[in-house]
C-alpha cells in the first residue's frame, strides 16, 4: 500500500520540477515557456495530472498549463491574464493565502473543487534581485487517494464492529511480543478478567500461554501456512482456572500494521463429556455389550457435531471481503435485525425460500407461534441494553423434518447506539437427541442398579411379606374352626377379621413400595419433600435393620424440605448408603450398631441430608476412589452403587461427599431447595 501522504507527494512533485528545469524558479523562464525550446515541457504538462500555474506579484496569471485543468472544466492557458484577487474575491481566506505567498511565505492548502479535492503548494518566486516577482503553484488531484482512505477507515469500523459483537472470543496481538492490542467482549468473558487487565500486556504475563515454546511454534505456522487451525491448548487464566481451548489464528493487517487475530473457544466441558463418555464404554464394555452399536452411534453423531462447529471457527480473513466470505459459508444461519424484526442481511435462504425474497421480509413469519411474543421481548432487550440474549426455537424444513436451534442474539453498535441485531442461530437438534439418550441410559443403569438391590434382599423381603400372610393363615384357619364349631357369633369374628384386613393392607403396602421401587419408568421431576423420601427409603429396610439389630436415630427438619426431582432415584441413592452402612457395621457387638439420619437446610442455601453409620469406616485417601465405577471394598460387591448414586444426585443439581469420623463414616447429599422455600418452611 502507498504510504506517501498527499502533501509529500505534491511537494515531491515541486521538488521534481524545480530540480528539471532550474530555470523555472525564475519569471523569465515562464515569459518564454511560449518559445519553441520549450513546447516540449508544455506538452509533457498537458498529460500530467498536475496543474502548473504562475502569478505575478500584482496577481495576475502568467501560466495556466497541465492536464488536470481538463478535469475541471478548463483549457490549458484560459487563465492566463486574469488576476487571482478579483476571480477568488469571495473566498477571502485564499486570498490571504495568496497575499502571505507573495510576501515570501510557501504556503500548502488543499481544497476541493466540485467533486474533486487538490492539494496546492504556492512557492515564492524570486527576480535577480532576490525580490519577489510572484509565485507558483502547483495543484495534484488527490480524490481517489482521499476516497481510498475514507473506505480504509469506513473497512477498519466496519471490522472493529463485527470484532467487538462477535460470538467468538477473540483478541489482536503485536505477533513477536504476544502484547495485546485488542479483545472483544467474550474474550473478557472466557478468561474472567477486565479490559484494563488484558490490554498492554503480553500473553505471558497473564499465563495464558503455557509456554514460550508452544507460541513460538504457533507463530511459524501462521508465518509459513498463513493460518493456524484447531490448535489445542490447555491455559491458565488470570484467575487460576485451567481451560481446554481450542486455538485458530491468522495475520492481519490492522491500524496500518500486521497483528496476530486469535479465535479462542472453551472447549473444557465438551472434552470433560467426552472423557466421561469415554471411561463409561471403557468400564461398562463386558456388561452393556448389547448397547455398544448404540453408544457408537451416538458418539459418531457428537463427533459429527463438534465437527460443525469447529468449522465456524477457522482462520478469519485480513480484508472486509474475507470475513463476508466466513460469514456467508458458515455453516450457522446469521442474521442481521432492526428493532420490528426485519431481515436485513442473512447468509443462508431460510425455509427452502430464495435470497432476495427473504430480506426485508419478518423474521416473526419463520417462527413457531408460541415462541414469537418471547422472540419480540429479547429483541426489545438487546436494543435497549445491548445486552447478548439466547433462546432456543423450532423450523421446519419444506418435507416437515423438524430442527431444533439455538440462537445467540448480540447488538451491533456504532458510535454508541445500537444499529442492528445481530442472530447467530445453530443447529443443535443431534445435540439434545444425545442429551435425551444419555438420561434414558442413565435411568436404565440406575433401574438394574434398584433391581440388583433388590435381588440381594430378596430372602428378607419374602420374609416380612412371610409374616403377614402367615397372620391371616392363623386368622382364617381360627375363624374356620369357630364357625364349623357352631359356638361362635358374627361380633365374635369382627376382631379377627379385621386383624386379617390390618395384616392383608401390611404385605399390599410391602408389595406397592417393592413395585414402585424397582418398576421401570420415565423420570420424573416434580417437587419433593425429601423427608417423606428418607422416611419411604427406611420403610424399604425396615426388616433389614431389625435383622441386624441396627439402632437407628432420625433428626429430620422439622419443617419440609423441599426438592424437584425424581423420587424413585433419590430413594435408591438413600437405600444404597443405608445397605452400606448396616454392612459396615455388621462385624460390629449388636449394641454398638448406631445408624443417624438428618435432614435440615445448608449454609448454602441448600438442603442436606447426612447418613452416619458408627462402623468400620474409610481408609486414608478412599473418600474420591470410592466413587469410582467397579471400586468396591465388598467380597461380592459390583462396584457400581456409588458411582451410579453420584451420577442421579448430580443429575438433580446436587453433589455426593464422603466424610472419615473417628468412629464411622458420614455420607452427605447436597440438594438444591425450591425457589422461594430457603426459610424450609411449606
Partial sequence: MDQTRPQDQTSLTSRLLSETFPEIQTPDFLEK???????????????????????????????SEGG????LGFEPGEWVGKSIFAEFADDPDLIDLFQRTLHGEKQRHVRTVGEQTLDVEYTPLYNDQQEIAGFLSVAVDISEKVASQEELRRSEERFSTIFQVNPIAMCITEIDTGIFIEVNENFLTA??????????????????????????????????????????????????????????????????????????????RERAALDELEKLNENLEARVAARTAELQQAHASLNEEYTKRNRLYRALQQTEARWRSLVTNAPDTILTLDIDGTILYLNHPLADRAMEEIIGSSIYQFLPAGDIQKARTILKQVFQTGKPQEME???????????????????????????????????????????????RRRAELAHLSRLSTMGELAA?????????LAAINNYTNGCIRRIRSGIT?????????????????????????????????????????????????????????????????????????????????LEQVLVNLLLNAIEAMSELPPEQRKLLIESDLHINDNLVICVTDSGIGLKKGEENSIFETFYTTKQKGLGVGLSISQTIVEAHGGKLYPRRNKQGTSFFIELPLVNGDKSGGG
Avoid at 496476530?260 to 473444557?268: I, N, R
Avoid at 403396602?509 to 424397582?518: A, D, N, Q
Fill in 393 to 439: 426455537t423450532e423450523g421446519v424444513s419444506s418435507s416437515g423434518q423438524k430442527y431444533i436451534y439455538s440462537c445467540r442474539i448480540g447488538a451491533m453498535v456504532s458510535g454508541g447506539i445500537t444499529i442492528a441485531a445481530m442472530v447467530i442461530a445453530t443447529d443443535i437438534t443431534h445435540q439434545k437427541l444425545a442429551e435425551q439418550e444419555l438420561v
Fill in 191 to 268: 478468561l474472567q478478567c477486565t479490559r484494563e487487565e488484558i490490554l498492554g500486556k503480553s500473553a505471558f504475563d497473564i499465563g495464558f500461554w503455557p509456554s514460550k515454546e508452544t507460541r513460538r511454534q504457533m507463530i511459524e505456522q501462521v508465518k509459513s501456512e498463513g493460518t493456524a487451525r484447531e490448535l489445542y491448548f490447555d491455559f491458565i487464566i488470570p484467575n487460576g482456572t485451567r481451560l481446554c481451548t481450542m486455538l485458530s489464528a491468522v495475520q492481519i493487517y490492522f491500524r496500518g500494521e500486521t497483528f496476530l487475530l486469535s479465535c479462542v473457544k472453551d472447549v473444557t
Fill in 489 to 569: 357369633s358374627l361380633d365374635d369374628l369382627i376382631e379377627p377379621l379385621e386383624e386379617m384386613s390390618r395384616q392383608a393392607q401390611r404385605a399390599s403396602e410391602t408389595i406397592k413400595r417393592l413395585r414402585r421401587h424397582v418398576q421401570k419408568s420415565e423420570v420424573e421431576q416434580k417437587i419433593l419433600d425429601i423427608n417423606l423420601v428418607i422416611e419411604n427409603s427406611i420403610a424399604l429396610l425396615q426388616h433389614e435393620i431389625q435383622r441386624n439389630f441396627i439402632s437407628l436415630q432420625l433428626e429430620l427438619s422439622p419443617k419440609p424440605l423441599r426438592t424437584i426431582g425424581d423420587a424413585i432415584q
Fill in 460 to 468: 428378607e423381603l419374602s420374609h416380612e411379606l412371610n409374616q403377614p
Fill in 68 to 71: 488536470g485543468l481538463t478535469r
Fill in 33 to 63: 515557456l511560449s518559445d519553441d525550446s520549450h513546447q516540449l515541457l508544455r506538452k509533457i504538462l498537458s498529460i500530467t495530472p498536475f496543474i502548473i500555474s504562475a502569478v505575478d506579484s500584482q496577481g495576475i496569471v502568467t501560466l
